[in-house]
Structure formats: structure tokens, C-alpha cells
């Protein structure tokens, strides 16, 4: 079964340009989470999506993350215009049911670096 | 506001050792106790998990205490072995949402 594909891998931008990360979730899977993890932090739940509905965004930064996700299946996180304080790496999450209480899928991430 | 505090930041074990990491919540409306592990480069998978009306939970050389009274759960690693080494995330569930700890780092010495 193929996992949770996420890109780009990595991602190097000036502070003030925009950036978009792709998710491609497991197949069948109706639920889809991007999550924020800075360095040294456990992940940070951005927004879900319980398939085309968004179930909870309360700590998306909604005046620059914008998250969609297209038919129920993949899904963009885009942030326009990135600051400093958004270099982390963006986790995206998938899980056959809704919540966190069942296993969550996690990709392997995409690396924001902003300059 | 972090919900769920984990500690130690970092521990380093010798090959055979026990690794213990010990989690903390307030909410008690948490209903699910899932340990997650990291390796650099990866994210992270599911380890073990645990809920409230279970007070300990063995797979293999991981074992989760719970103790619902003191609000703490733990991840014990049994025999460590240097492929191990990684970071591991406690998290706690409620009303469908999942909050992560800070995590430790673990590094198996041979």
C-alpha cells in the first residue's frame, strides 16, 4: 500500500515570497491533517479536513496559510507571504476515520527553509 | 499552549538498557494515548497507544504505564537496541483532536 506523498521534499525561499506543498493521502483515506513541526517541537495541528470539509483550522494563521483540499483526496497548503517564524517542516496526515482516535498516517514531510 | 508535557528533553541509554519517557496532560477530557516515533528525515508512526480504562499496555519491548488518577502515562523501552535511537512523541486525543508533546530524543549506545 503506498503511503502519504508529500512535495516538494524541500523548499528554500526569501521571507515575503509564497510557497505551496502538495499531499497526496493514502487511498480510501477520509480524513487529511497538515500539521507544523519547528525544530525541536512536536507537531502542531494546522488544519483537517474530514474529506472536502474542513473539521478544524483554529490554528491555521489564516492571514497567510491557505489549505485546500480538491475532490477529498489531494491537498495544498500554501503560504503567501512566508515570514521567518515559518521554517519548520509541514506534515501531512491521513487516517481512514476522523480524530486522532485512530493511527494517523504521516508523510515524510516537506522542509520549509525562509531566508 | 502546549496540552500534553513530555519529558526528558533527551536521554541517552547503553544497548540493553531501559528507556523511560514520561508524559503529563490536564484535560480530562482526553480518550486516547497514542506514542508516536521519529526517525530524521521521516514522520512519524504510530508505536503503541493506550486508553484511559487500561492501565498498562505491552507490545514487544514497549510498554505504556497509564495512571489516570495522577493524569501521566509513560513509554518504557525494554533491552534498548541502537535502532531505537530516535525521537518519540507522546500525544492525547479529544473530540476528535490530537495534541502532540514536545518529544524525546533517544540514543542507544552500543
Not at chain 1, 474542513?54 to 507571504?81: C, H, M, N, W, Y
Not at chain 2, 488518577?69 to 530516535?86: E, N, R, T, V, Y
Request: glycine residues 8%; charged residues 20%.
Amino acid at each position: 500500500e503506498a503511503g502519504v506523498a508529500q512535495s516538494p521534499r524541500y523548499k528554500i525561499i526569501e521571507k515575503r515570497q509564497s510557497v505551496a506543498f502538495w499531499c497526496n493521502p493514502i487511498s480510501g483515506h477520509a480524513t487529511l491533517y497538515w500539521y507544523q513541526q519547528i525544530l525541536g517541537q512536536g507537531p502542531k495541528l494546522l488544519i483537517q479536513f474530514q474529506n472536502n470539509g474542513v473539521v478544524d483550522d483554529s490554528q491555521l494563521p489564516k492571514d497567510r496559510f491557505s489549505a485546500e483540499r480538491l475532490k477529498g483526496v489531494d491537498s495544498t497548503l500554501k503560504i503567501q507571504p512566508a515570514k521567518l517564524e515559518d521554517s519548520a517542516v509541514y506534515l501531512c496526515a491521513s487516517s481512514p476515520r476522523a480524530g486522532g482516535t485512530g493511527e494517523l498516517f504521516f508523510g515524510e514531510g516537506s522542509r520549509l527553509t525562509v531566508l | 499552549q502546549q496540552q500534553v508535557k513530555q519529558s526528558p528533553q533527551s536521554l541517552i541509554v547503553q544497548k540493553g538498557g531501559i528507556s523511560i519517557i514520561n508524559c503529563a496532560y490536564e484535560n480530562t477530557a482526553f480518550d486516547y494515548f497514542p506514542w508516536y516515533q521519529q526517525f530524521p528525515g521521516k514522520g512519524p508512526a504510530l508505536l503503541i497507544a493506550i486508553r484511559p480504562d487500561v492501565s498498562e499496555k505491552k507490545e514487544g519491548r514497549f510498554t505504556i504505564s497509564f495512571n489516570k488518577s495522577a493524569k501521566q502515562f509513560s513509554l518504557h523501552i525494554m533491552d534498548s537496541q541502537p535502532g531505537d535511537s530516535a525521537t518519540y512523541f507522546c500525544a492525547a486525543s479529544s473530540d476528535y483532536k490530537l495534541s502532540f508533546g514536545a518529544g524525546t530524543t533517544v540514543t542507544v549506545r552500543a
